[in-house]
Nanobody, 120 residues
């Protein structure tokens, strides 16, 4: 069981930066892989980045590689998504999600989302 709450979205100009936060609440942090997904208006939801809580190993979509950085703070129980060099195509609702490693299931736990708007 895990609960996720995103925050940090907002309006930013192209070329700017924004940092999203995902507060994670669970009794077994090491059991999860936490990922960021996004959904732009009229488009399918897409994977952005993920990190294994225990190993802190990260994975990125090609579209954000080199611009975004995912990290986790075990003390603050928070996963971050640092977004740099933002472009209008990054505009979307960003969701935090968790995958149980032990169960082998998919991303069954989701936050409510936080909106990011990048103006040109």
């Amino acid at each position: 069981q895990v609960q996720l709450v995103e925050s940090g979205g907002g309006l930013v100009q192209a070329g700017g930066s924004l940092k999203l936060s995902c507060a994670v609440s669970t009794r077994t942090f090491g059991d999860y892989r936490v990922g960021w997904f996004r959904q732009a208006p009229g488009k399918e939801r897409e994977f952005v980045a993920s990190v294994y809580w225990a190993a802190s190993s990260a994975y990125y979509a090609d579209s954000v590689k080199g611009r975004f950085t995912i990290s986790r703070d075990n003390t603050k129980k928070t996963v971050y998504l640092q977004m740099n060099s933002l472009i209008p195509e990054d505009t979307a609702v960003y969701f935090c999600a968790a995958q149980s490693i032990r169960s082998g299931a998919g991303y069954d736990y989701w936050g409510q989302g936080t909106r990011v708007t990048v103006s040109s």
